[in-house]
Structure formats: C-alpha cells, structure tokens
C-alpha cells in the first residue's frame, strides 16, 4: 500500500522536474557569477551573456545543436572577456559595464534575430537538456574543489580580497581576472544556451527574462559559495515549478482576500523571497573585499 | 559592489562624451552595413525622425520651412515634437538615477518606481467631477508619492539590513511589475478591455497637448520635466539639502562625522529619486495612454540609467542627455517604418554610449597614492 | 636645496670591508606627477647587516622600499645585485621575490579573509600534479618555519583577522621567510606594537642576522635605529643625506641629517628627541610647562562613566570604561593598535551609541545625543583616518571647511548657501592656518592639497567652533615635521582657552610628551590611567601589553 496515490506521486515528480529545470540555468549562471565574483568583479552583465548565449546557441545551432552550444560558450566567453577589459583595463565601473553589456546584448540580439530569423522564428532541434541539467548538478562540485584546493582558486579567491597584497606575493591579477571572467562568461553563455536550445528549440528575444539577475542574487544568496548558491538556484527553479504546476492544475488558493495562485503574485515569489531572505537570513554576508574596486 | 566613481563622472567632458555618441553610432553603423542594410538611408531616416528636418518645401501645416545655404529645407513638427516627448520620461528618470547616485546609490530601480508610479496615476486619475487645476496636480503628486514609497524601501534596507542597494532595487523591479499585473487581475481591470488595463482616467487630469503638434504625444509633461530638471541643477550648489547630498555622496564617513546624517539624506534622496521615476509614470498616464497599460514604462527606468551617466549626474546634463536619447529613439522608431531597419538598433547604440562614457583614462587609487607620496615629500621642502 | 647629498664628505660613510654588498642602488629617481619621490639615491646594503633608513614623514622611504620590492620601476638609476655586472630589472615582485627579497609592510598583511596557511603559501603554493594544493609539505614547511620563529602555537587554519597584531607582525616576517628572503625588509614594523613586542620584535631580528639574513629595516624612531643597527641611511626630501656606521654617529647628527638645520621646529624636535634618548617622561616640557595647575582645575568637561559596547562588526567592544578629562588638560589614550580607541573616540562624539554607562559634558549627560547635536555642545573631533572620515576628497576647501556647519549663517549655510560668505570664512582659514598648496584658493580641490594642508583644515574646522572638548585621534600619523609642529601648536592653543582634550594616538613619545595624564586602553579595558610624572615608556608599555594591570586614580 503506497502512502501517495498515483495523482500525487506524478505532481511531486513533475514538481522535481520541473524544479531542476528550472534551478539549472540559474545555477550554470551562478556558478560563473561566483568565479567573476570572488575573483573581484561585479558580474550584473550575467544576464546579457545568458541572451547572448541564448542567440548564439539557435543562430549557429540550426545544423547541430552542438555546434550552437559550443559557439554559445565561445561567443559567452568573449563577452566576458569584454567586461574584463572594460572593468579592468578601461575602469569602467563594474555596475555600468554590465548594464551596458547587457543593453547591447538585448539591442544586438532582437536586432540580428529580426534580420537573421524568419518572423515566426527559427525552430531547432536543441541539445538534450539532460545534458545541461547533469552539468549544472556537477559544477557546483567542481568549482567547490577549484576555489578550495587548487593554486588556481587560493590565487583567484586571494585577487578578489586584495589584489595589491597578492600582487605583492608575486601574482599577477590580471590574467586571473580575465580567466575568471571569462569562465563566467562562458557559463553566462551555457546558462542561456539551455533557454533556447535545451528548453525552447528557438529563439525569443526576452526568453532570459532576468534570469541573469537572479543568478546574481543567487550567488548573494548563498553567500559567494558554491554550495549556497546552487541550492539558492534549487530554490528559485521550485518557485518557477510550483508557479508552472499552479497553473496547469488551474487550481485556486484564496485566502485573506487574496489570490495566491495567481500568476503575477507567484512570478514574484524568487524575488521576493530573494528579498526576504537578504533582510532576513544573509544579514550582512561580506562580500570578495575587492569586489567592484580597481587594481 | 560599489557605485560607480562620482568625481570620475563629474568631470566635465561634454567633448568625450560626443565623442562616444559618435563611436556609438559608428559602431552600429558596421552592424547595420555588415547585416546588409543601407546605411546612409538609415541614418538619413534617423536624423529626420530625431529631429524632424527634412529636406525639400514644406508642404503642411505642421511644417514649418527655410532655406540653408540655398536649398530648401523644411523642419517636421510632428516628428520633432514626438522626440521631445519620447525624452519627457527620459529626463524624469535620468534625474530620479542622477539623485540615487549623488547621494551614493545605485538605484537600477527607477523602473518599478516608474511603474507603481502610473498605476497610482492612473487609480487617481478615475476621480471625476474635479476641476483639472486640481485633478493634474493630484494625479502627478499621486504617482510621484508612490514612487516615493517604493523608491525609499531600498534605502532602507539599505540602511537596516545591509542590503546592496543595486541588487535590491533590481528584485524590487521585478516585484513591482508582477504588483502592478496582480493588482489589474484583481480588482482595477477595465471589464471591457481584453488587455489588461485600467480603466480610462477621467479627462479632467489629461495633459494637454502642444498646440503646435496636436498629433503628438508632446504635453505639457515635458514643462514640468524640464522645470525639474532645473531644479535640481539649481538644488545642488545653492542649497544646504543638496550640499549635504554631494557630501553624503562623496564622502559618506567624512558627513557621518561631521553630524550629517547619512542614512537619512539616503533616504530621503532615495524617495525623491522613485518621486521623479514615479512622476514620468504620472506623466505617461496623462498625457500618452490615458490609462495604467502593460509597457507604460517601456524601458524608460533603466534607459536612465545611460541618460544620468551620459548626463554627469547633472540637471543639464541629463536634460540634454535625455534629449539625446529621446531623439535616438523617436528617430530609430522612424527610421523602422521608412526603412525596415530595426529600431532596436538605439538600443545598441545606447549599449556602446554606456560603455564609452564609462571609460576612465586616469586610474584614480594610484593616482591618489601618487599624490599622497608625492605631496609629502613636497611638505618639508613647501 | 640647502646641502648636497653629503655621503662623500661623511667620513664614517666608507663601506665596511669585511663585508661584501648584497645589493647595490645608484643614482635611483622615482618621479610623481609635481614631485621627485626618489632623487638619485645612492645606496649599499651590505650581506648580513642590519642597515636601517630613517626619515620623516614623506622622505622617500616606502617609494624606495617599492622600487627595492620592484613595485614601482625607476625612472633613472639602477640596482646591482650582488656580483652581476649588469643592472637588474625587476618586472614586478615576483622578480624581487625571486632574487630573494622579501618585504614586511602593514600595507600589504595578509589578506583577512583567508587562513594563516592560505596567506603564507600564496605566490608559492606547494601543489601535486595538476595544480592541487599540497597541504600536508605546505603544513610541514610552515611549521619549521613557525618553531624557529617562536610561533610554535600558531594555528594555521585559523582566519588571519584573528591574529593579534604582534603575531600577525611575525607572520609577516614568516611569510617573507617561506619565499626564501634573504634580503628582508621591514617597513615601520614596530608602528603598531607595545614596546615589549617591539623588543621581541628586535630579538628575533637579530636571530635573524645571526643566521645570515640581511635586514633593510625602514623607520623615523631614532631610538631604534641606534638601539638595533648596523649601519644607517638618512633620507630626506627623497634624497640620501648620509650613510654612517651606528656605532660612530649621534642621535644629534642623525636628527640633524633628517630635519635640516633650519628647522624651526622646538616640539617636534623636543619629541623626536625623546625618541633618541629613550625617555618619554619628559620633565622639561616646553609648552605645557607655561600652563599653570590652576588652568587645569577648572573642573571636568568630560566624564565617561562604565561605558561599554558590544561588539559588533569587527569594533572591538568597549568594557566598563570610565574616564575623566578637566578643563585645560589633555588626556592621552595609550594601548596597541586596535585595543578599542577608535571605538572610544566614536562613543564620545556620537558615532557610535554606548550600550550601558554614562557620557557627561560639563555635567550634562550627551550620551543620547546624535553627533550634531554635541558638536554644538562644544565636541570638537579630529577623526583618525582623515582622507576618509576627516574630508569629502573631492570638495574644494571653502565647501569642506563647512562640513557640519551647513546650516549656520555665519558659516554661509542656511536654508540656501551663501557662496560669498562661504568663500570669505574659507579666506581667512586660509590664511589664519596658513592652508597652503593651491592657485584656486578657497576653490582648490582638498585631494590635490598635501597630507599637511589637508590636516590643517581638519583641524581649523574642529577648533573654529571653540569646542569645550577636544577629540583627537592620531592627528599626527602621516605628517611630517612641519606639519606635526602646527597640530601640537593648535592641541595647545586649544588647552590653554581652558578647554579639554582626548588624544588618541599610537605613537607613544607624541603621547607622552602632550598629555597631564596617560589612560592605557588594553582589550577594550582602562587598565590603567597615569598622571604625568609616573607615565613612562616602560609603565604605559607594560600596561599596554596587559602585562600588569595599572591603579587607576
């Protein structure tokens, strides 16, 4: 005798599911958002690499959806490596060269996709997006083991708390930066490559939908560690489930005058819960030292 | 993170700045030709809808002609009317950025201010029977208190909690959106409308429009968006509240210090700024829409945020970034329709004016720690 | 210039023969923006020894540190090492790392956030294949390392912010150890430290030589370098202006090579030459002799009463500190750095609320009382961090000389700015204070000022109002000799209107020379507070340490 029926066993497994599709391009995201992050560099242009990402994977995609996540990762990269240059090289202010990048990322994609992609949009075949949820469960792992027990990490984590005393040990910042940077944008690139090519077959010109941003909270979140901000991604990807299986249940939660099943009040959730747990829980987490600040 | 360095912004530079206008559109201009567009036409298109000049006689009563080095060329009020009403919102939330950064805050927020500010509009706006010397003010001051609201709670988590004010205001928008679908599902939806809209606000509280372009949307709205931005050009060297912003902005733990109390000129500046993002939300309810709809605030809260950093953070400046920018896009709109270019392309230019105008030659810790050393050495010897 | 470098004509400047140099500096210039920091400097130090530069404020010494570390290039002149016939260039400091030197600073300690384990290997991480930390040979390495230091009980995992300063001081040395200086220099290194762990310091220093380390120790103590080296350079205004042998000079020559003859500096001399001799109870004071017992009996100004706070923030919590200041006296707050004195100074002008206990000003309680509203009780302060707390950086004078005073008239503030008047106060400041360094004016930028210049303006705007009392906290660290002059001119100006001063300050001969009476703040305690003639180096430094615990009065 199960203690579920079948009704509910198949609700709690289409709520997983659809939880870890959810978390996964969040926690892809956060994971490079951590790299740039504890690296030093304020990463809000997450969310233009994630649609670059996303255009890049359907318009070099169309013939195999390999060669688009490949070109997604690549093309993620040099944006990264971009906001690199701008933050480091030029001083751009870390904030500013995000929202730029991801101005320019929103303007170039809707612009390219209205040239390049039919009216009604280009539809592909995509990658399996088992493929991309098997990474986002590994990353955290692996970039855990990276920042904690690799020369590459100490030096990474000891540039984004003080690159002048680690220049003083003998390290160059810079290229440090640059690589950091430029993974996160390469999983920016990742994270919005499974939006279009793992979950949509096509391309939408709003399909990251800040999505980017909240990685960023998740990384907050979770305190800049891996660990935290994957299951912050978990958390996020269960709201998006829960609000998806609301409505496909057309199921009503009224209470107190209010509708709770309602989309727009559960589109909210993350951010409010992101919010609530800001004021709440992280408290003052203290962020990278150097974070945000020129070498 | 950290807001962006004031002084480094501060710095006049009206030439550099130019100078990345021009590198903008140089850059889009590659990415136009490169995708196969007419370039020359496009930016033809472009110039004429921003600023509503055209060659050849003029042939309406909208247009209004004269001759330039003997030919004839004819300025379309319409058009040129429609680029000062596109920079109207500009200029309310470039200032709204303008004052969060002056007073050290990020504010990505002018967005949802701007939002909650027309619902507020537009709910005020159902009142009838008013006289609209009462109705106007009322539905302005409405939608600028509830900016106010929303503006000032970063601040104060901020100020209590610790929260970084770039990502709160960035959650915040998101939360005033999917606040303002809610609250239209439920309860202020016009029954008759598919969309969801509210209803039509009573005519008593429209904006009129200018005599000279009745077709536009320019209204008296872009008045009061210049006015404040006069003000505040005027707010901060003349006034003891604007002196304790620059200090509070500058050198927060020097104010701290000296007793001005930082939290509160924060807080304050934070209210003021979702004031202003939340009167252009006013200002687009009475004057373009005439109701609260989904998109009234386009993506005129973050387009801000380039009109105050390309403006220097300030009151001119942003007045004629905005212009600028409101010009760009009412060109790029234009420029759609004559040449099937996409007028997403202003969004790109936007992009790379951000990214230039955020460029700082000198690099300001060592440059300070030059002086420091140097200036020492120079003590014994002065 | 008055003199030339006068290393040729010094007689005791001959290089020590027995010895060979280690590493050679000839004619090296380092330019700023407006100044030479570096200007052709000459320099041997020599294998083994113990060679220390002294010089004030601004001398040139921690440009020629970072030119030595390879941090900064020099823009002429060039350093031979050792044997090598041509001049090494130093891409950065793992060049300098890599010849073997090595560079204790407090500007560059280890990074908070990471451990003590993490901060040692950093640059030169023992790894396995791949780029995997090796830990255990990382381990081992330190804690051979750590014995011969006497850091046997180190815990390398630990977070480096929880080191005490004068552990966190040998780690540093350490740290310079495990990358195999041979060369190690050391900036100030006994700025922050009680002057047993400043002894401690020096004994194992001299371990150190002994094993056939060279030291480059940089200070402006006279005291310790004829205490402790071997030979010493003087730098002044970024020039050489003399090597000698230690044991043939005089605290007198050695003062004299770093000030210049025409100095017209009695107080800052009469300290600095406290410091050379090794007293701090200066019976023969010059100014503060002039000031009568009578002034200073004009009752309390100040009273703390069992002030504590919590601790919150990394702020050290204040425990049950209670303290009087008189009308007329000046009060000085001894103890290592960070044993609570910013805390202190910030609960009495309002920065920071005390948690239980009581703040009187002339017997009224101001304890609720928000910064503003004490500064117009009569609190006057002189925060210690002043390009931070002290000034906006980027206001001209006229506006940071109305920091605080925004709304009063007479300073040109109101309702609307009063731009005329503003500029007219900030005239006569200037030229009361004799604010120098600016064609602008009152309409200069206060970052392009000199430290001295910035600190004369902090200073005007905290006694302009006539405070009833006087918060003082490290109103000196930075400055020069000139400048220092006009700090002790204007605490003493402020004393003998009969008003009451705290000076927190590190510096312990500074401390002892101004203050009536010596309160020893050790671990957010008063351990001890010491009227004039029983407060000394050695009394104040055991207090300090918590070594033994003082009587209060």
């Not at chain 1, 709003?206 to 958390?235: D, Q, R």
């Not at chain 3, 030479?36 to 540190?65: C, M, P, W, Y």
């Not at chain 3, 209670?322 to 910030?346: I, T």
């Amino acid at each position: 005798m199960s203690l579920l029926d079948v009704g509910q066993m198949r609700l709690i497994l289409a709520l997983s599911t659809a939880t870890l599709a959810g978390a996964t391009p969040l926690a892809l995201a956060a994971m490079g958002g951590i790299l740039s992050e504890r690296a030093g560099i304020v990463n809000i242009a997450l969310e233009g690499f994630m649609v670059t990402g996303a255009f890049v994977g359907v318009f070099a995609g169309r013939s195999s959806g390999w060669e688009g996540l490949a070109a997604a990762a690549a093309v993620g990269a040099l944006f990264g490596l971009l906001h690199g240059f701008l933050t480091q090289k030029m001083r751009v202010d870390h904030v500013v060269s995000g929202l730029g990048i991801n101005l320019l990322a929103a303007g170039a994609t809707r612009f390219l996709a209205l040239r390049w992609f039919t009216t009604e949009g280009v539809t592909v075949i995509g990658v399996p997006p088992t493929v991309f949820i098997g990474l986002a469960v590994v990353l955290p792992f692996c970039v855990h083991f990276a920042l904690y027990r690799t020369r590459f990490g100490l030096r990474l984590r000891a540039v984004g708390e003080n690159p002048e005393t680690a220049r003083m040990a003998g390290i160059r910042p810079l290229p440090l930066r640059y690589a950091a940077v430029g993974l996160c944008g390469m999983l920016g690139g990742i994270a919005g490559a499974y939006l279009s090519l793992g979950e949509s077959h096509t391309f939408s010109s709003n399909m990251s939908a800040g999505k980017g941003y909240i990685a960023l909270a998740a990384v907050i979140f979770g305190k800049w560690k891996p660990a935290g901000a994957a299951l912050a991604a978990l958390l996020f990807g269960f709201c998006y489930a829960l609000q998806s299986q609301l409505q496909i249940s057309g199921k009503h939660l009224h209470w107190i005058g209010i509708e709770w099943s309602s989309p727009a009040l559960l589109d909210m959730l993350p951010y409010l819960m992101t919010l609530l747990a800001l004021v709440t829980v992280v408290g003052r987490a203290t962020p990278p030292a150097a974070l945000g600040k020129e070498i | 993170m950290k807001r962006p360095s004031l002084s480094g912004i501060l710095h006049s530079r009206a030439l550099f700045l130019f100078g990345c206008v021009l590198g903008g559109l140089g850059i889009a201009g590659v990415i136009m030709a490169a995708c196969g567009y007419p370039v020359g036409a496009a930016y033809g298109a472009l110039w004429t809808g921003a600023t509503g000049i055209q060659t050849g006689p003029a042939d309406g009563l909208s247009q209004i002609g004269f001759v330039i080095a003997g030919r004839q060329v004819h300025i379309h009020l319409f058009l040129f009317a429609q680029s000062l009403a596109r920079a109207t919102p500009l200029i309310l939330t470039g200032l709204a950025v303008a004052v969060g950064l002056r007073a050290g805050l990020f504010n990505i927020g002018a967005q949802g201010q701007m939002v909650l500010g027309a619902l507020g509009a537009a709910v005020a706006g159902q009142a009838h029977g008013l006289s609209p010397a009462i109705h106007v003010p009322l539905v302005l001051l409405t939608g600028a208190a509830v900016g106010a609201c929303w503006g000032a709670i970063p601040a104060l988590l901020k100020s209590r909690r610790g929260v970084h004010e770039v990502l709160s205001t960035i959650l915040l928008n998101y939360v005033a959106v999917n606040l303002a679908a809610y609250l239209i599902l439920h309860g202020l939806k016009d029954p008759e409308r598919m969309a969801a809209e509210t209803r039509e606000i009573a005519a008593s509280a429209w904006l009129g429009t200018a005599p000279f372009a009745l077709q536009s949307n320019l209204t008296g709205g872009f008045l009061i968006a210049v006015v404040a931005a006069v003000g505040f050009a005027a707010l901060l060297p003349w006034t003891a509240w604007g002196y304790r912003l620059r200090a509070v902005g500058l050198g927060p733990e020097a104010a701290e210090a000296a007793g001005i109390k930082v939290d509160r000129t924060r807080i304050f500046a934070m209210a003021l700024s979702g004031a202003l993002a939340g009167a252009a939300g006013a200002i687009e309810v009475m004057s373009v829409h005439h109701r609260y709809v989904e998109g009234v605030a386009a993506t005129y809260g973050f387009d801000g945020i380039a009109v105050a950093l390309l403006g220097g953070l300030s009151g001119i400046g942003v007045l004629v970034s905005a212009l600028f920018f409101g010009a760009l896009e009412s060109g790029a709109a234009f420029m759609e329709s004559q040449t099937n270019v996409p007028a997403d392309l202003a969004v790109i230019v936007e992009g790379i004016v951000i990214l230039f105008a955020g460029i700082r030659l000198v690099r300001r810790s060592r440059a300070r720690e030059h002086i420091e050393e140097g200036r020492q050495a120079t003590d014994v010897s002065a | 210039m008055s003199e030339p470098p006068s290393n040729s004509t010094n007689p005791t400047a001959q290089p020590i023969a027995r010895t060979k140099a280690l590493v050679r500096l000839e004619r090296v210039t380092k330019r700023f923006p407006g100044i030479v920091a570096n200007d052709r400097i000459d320099l041997t130090i020599q294998a083994g020894e113990f060679h220390a530069v002294i010089g004030e404020n601004g001398a040139g010494k921690s440009t020629l540190l970072n030119i030595l570390y390879g941090r900064y290039r020099p823009d002429e002149g060039q350093l031979i090492f050792e044997g090598d016939d041509a001049p090494c260039l130093f891409a950065g400091p793992a060049d300098a790392i890599r010849r073997g030197i090595g560079l204790v600073s407090q500007h560059y300690a280890s990074i908070p956030a990471l451990t003590v384990l993490e901060n040692v290997i950093l640059g030169q991480e023992p790894t396995t294949a791949g780029g995997l930390l090796n830990v255990r040979a990382a381990r081992r390495r330190i804690g051979e390392l750590a014995s011969r230091l006497g850091l046997s009980g180190l815990d390398l995992d630990m977070r480096a912010d929880r080191l005490s300063v004068a552990a966190g001081q040998k780690v540093e040395v350490l740290k310079a150890l495990y990358r195999g200086a041979r060369l190690l220099m050391l900036d100030e290194p006994t700025a922050t430290l009680a002057p047993s762990e400043a002894d401690a310091l020096f004994v194992l220093l001299h371990e150190l030589t002994e094993a056939g380390t060279t030291l480059l120790f940089v200070t402006h103590k006279l005291r310790e370098v004829i205490a402790h080296s071997d030979r010493v350079t003087v730098l002044r205004r970024g020039r050489n202006a003399g090597d000698f042998l230690t044991s043939r000079t005089t605290e007198a020559e050695l003062l004299e090579r770093m000030v210049g003859r025409s100095s017209p500096s009695p107080m800052a001399s009469t300290i600095l030459t406290a410091q050379a001799e090794g007293k701090g109870d200066l019976s023969v004071d010059l100014l503060s002799d002039s000031l009568g017992e009578e002034k200073r009996s004009n009752g309390s100004v100040l009273r703390v009463e069992r002030v504590s706070t919590r601790a919150s923030g990394g702020a050290r919590p204040l425990v049950d500190v209670s303290l009087e200041v008189a009308g007329g006296e000046v009060v000085g707050v001894a103890g290592v750095d960070g044993s609570g004195q910013r805390e202190l100074a910030e609960v009495i002008v309002g920065l920071r609320g005390p948690d239980t206990g009581a703040i009187l000003l002339d017997n009224m309680s101001i304890a609720r009382k928000d910064v503003r509203e004490r500064m117009g009780l009569g609190v006057g302060f002189i925060p210690e961090d002043r390009q931070r707390a002290g000034l906006v950086m980027d206001f001209t004078i006229a506006e940071d000389l109305l920091l605080g005073h925004e709304r009063e008239r007479k300073c040109g503030g109101g309702l609307f700015l009063r731009r005329r008047a503003m500029q007219a106060r900030a005239d006569t400041a200037i030229k009361t204070y004799d604010i120098r360094g600016g064609l602008l004016g009152a309409r200069q930028s206060v970052q392009t000022l000199s430290g001295g210049n910035q600190q004369k303006i902090v200073v005007a705007r905290a006694i302009e109002s006539a405070p009833r009392l006087l918060v003082a906290s490290q109103p000196t660290r930075g400055l020069d000799v000139e400048a220092s002059e006009f700090v002790y001119r204007s605490l003493r100006e402020v004393q003998e209107r009969g008003a009451a001063i705290l000076l927190f300050s590190l510096d312990l001969d500074e401390l002892l020379a101004m203050s009536d009476r010596v309160a020893v703040l050790f671990d957010g305690r008063i351990v001890g507070i010491l009227p004039r003639g029983q407060a000394t180096r050695d009394t104040v430094g055991a207090l300090m340490t918590g070594s033994v615990s003082g009587s209060a009065p």
